[in-house]
């Protein structure tokens, strides 16, 4: 703003050209008063030209209105730092290396697949909108992981596309690994806005911009076992019917399935989705079960488990989350090209979908009896009927697919996927909440 003062400022000085009068003469007075005003409206014209380019070239102003830019506070990208900052971080450090920009960075899956790329000399940029749905502590305690393996997590949000745009005007990503979500199902009954916003709008901003990319990169994408909602054949297959969504969560993955069709369709987008089932480990999500429990167990306080009319309990097919992540990087490494380029389509890419499981449900009884004894503390149990909040009572994947596909094979079971989860966590919270990283 102070420009435009300036402007106006300047605008003033020819109406008052008695403070120039320096000469005598009349004749000469007009003549030089005459060269100064072509000079001043010169330089004028120049000056509000530059101002022009300045205001076109900046990214438009966050609007107050905008949700996305209100989460984001004053989180500000751009300028030749920061593009330097993103190009080192996406830089391919070994031979026919992949180059990934990775959403949903500073999640629990989101910074394991970071990290698992970047060891291995791939490029990797992330992007996350840091919100505050669980602690945004454990989300900066992952982005400082992440820094030090050399990986950079942009602040921002995917449905930003002119932020989007801006990335992959700086590096030609050769893959998009689309982790960012509004995770977890009972949540959708108190703020489905912001379903919404991350996993319906989101994930269509990044396909735009993913398309009218020159090259297109191929897209790899986190769906859900949800997908599955009602369905009560078992074990679940990628075939099985997935329209009858028990939660609004589950919904918004199947729609980005459908969504996922339509830009492989129309703009030939190589797009893979990974429908996860129950993910846990260390770094892990506040809002899980496994996780909760932890805490509540060492509290002393109650822990509500619930089952079924029949009393049978809900069972998970808990994948433990270095399987989950070889499974991802195994999806990037065989996802076909895509053929596009620029928003035009030159022939037909590859559309896929994979279950990612462990393959043996385990009831949530159980997984309380194996924090019991990890922990060495009796939980207070608290059996409940299960509530119609979203929730469904069994999962369970049929991996053959994804074996077959993507050489996937999970060798880790709850007891010593957990083990390390607790010890993680044993770390991460001691010394009354004060972090240990790394
Ligand atoms: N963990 C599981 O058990 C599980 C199971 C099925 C599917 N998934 C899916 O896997 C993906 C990763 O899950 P997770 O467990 O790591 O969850 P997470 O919540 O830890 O990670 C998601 C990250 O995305 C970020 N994010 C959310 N909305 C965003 C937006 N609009 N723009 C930018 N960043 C945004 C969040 O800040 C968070 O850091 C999600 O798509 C989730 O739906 C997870
Ligand atoms: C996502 O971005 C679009 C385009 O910038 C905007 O119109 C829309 O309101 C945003 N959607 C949500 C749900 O935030
Ligand atoms: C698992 O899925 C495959 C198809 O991918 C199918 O051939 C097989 O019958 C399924 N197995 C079971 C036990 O349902």
């Known amino acids: 703003m102070s420009q435009l003062k300036t402007i106006s400022h300047l605008d003033n000085i020819p109406s008052t050209p008695g403070k120039f009068k320096m000469d005598k003469s009349p004749y000469i007075h007009r003549l030089r008063w005459h060269s100064w005003l072509c000079r001043v409206g010169l330089w004028s014209v120049v000056f509000i030209g530059f101002i022009l380019i300045f205001f076109l070239r900046s990214p438009p102003a966050p609007s107050a209105g905008d949700p996305a830019r209100r989460i984001l506070g004053n989180a500000v990208w751009g300028g ?4 330097k900052r993103v190009r080192s971080s996406a830089r391919v450090r070994r031979n ?3 180059s990934v920009l990775v959403t ?11 990290t698992a790329l970047k060891l291995r000399g791939d490029g990797v940029l992330g992007i996350d909108n840091f919100n505050d749905y669980y602690e945004v502590s454990l989300k900066r305690a992952r982005q400082t992981l992440l820094d030090r393996s050399g990986v950079f997590v942009v602040e921002g949000d995917v449905n930003d596309s002119a932020l989007l745009r801006k990335l992959f005007d700086v590096v030609p990503f050769t893959h998009v690994m689309h982790l960012a979500a509004q995770a977890g199902v009972r949540y959708a009954m108190q703020n489905p806005g912001s379903y919404v916003h991350s996993n319906i709008a989101g994930f269509v901003s990044l396909l735009e911009v993913c398309k009218s990319a020159n090259p297109q990169p191929a897209i790899v994408w986190a769906s859900s076992s949800s997908v599955y909602g009602l369905n009560s054949k078992v074990p679940f297959s990628e075939k099985d019917r997935t329209d009858q969504p028990a939660s609004l969560y589950a919904a918004t993955k199947k729609a980005g399935e459908e969504i996922a069709h339509t830009y492989n369709h129309i703009y030939g987008l190589s797009i893979t989705g990974l429908r996860f089932f129950t993910v846990y480990g260390p770094w892990g999500r506040p809002d899980m079960a496994y996780f909760f429990f932890t805490k509540d167990i060492l509290r002393g306080k109650s822990i509500s488990i619930f089952e079924g009319p029949g009393h049978e309990t809900v069972a998970r097919d808990f994948t433990y989350i270095d399987d989950i992540v070889k499974g991802c990087v195994a999806a990037l ?5 895509s053929t596009g380029s620029g928003g035009k389509k030159k022939g037909s890419a590859p559309l896929r979908v994979f279950n990612l499981g462990n393959t043996s449900p385990v009831p949530v009884t159980e997984l309380v009896s ?3 004894r990890l922990l060495k503390v009796k939980a207070k149990r608290s059996m409940q009927k299960m509530p119609r909040n979203g929730d469904v009572m069994f999962t369970h994947a ?14 880790t079971d709850l007891q010593t996927g957990l083990k390390k989860f607790v010890r993680w966590y044993l770390g991460y919270y001691s010394n009354s909440g004060k972090k240990r990283i790394g």
């Open 80 to 83: 030749p730092a920061w593009e």
């Open 96 to 98: 026919h290396g992949l």
């Open 104 to 114: 949903g960075a500073a999640g629990f899956v989101g910074t394991h697949v970071s």
């Open 333 to 337: 490494d065989t996802a076909g090209k």
């Open 370 to 372: 194996i924090l019991e």
């Open 398 to 411: 049929n991996i053959s697919l994804a074996q077959r596909e993507l050489g996937y094979q999970p060798t």
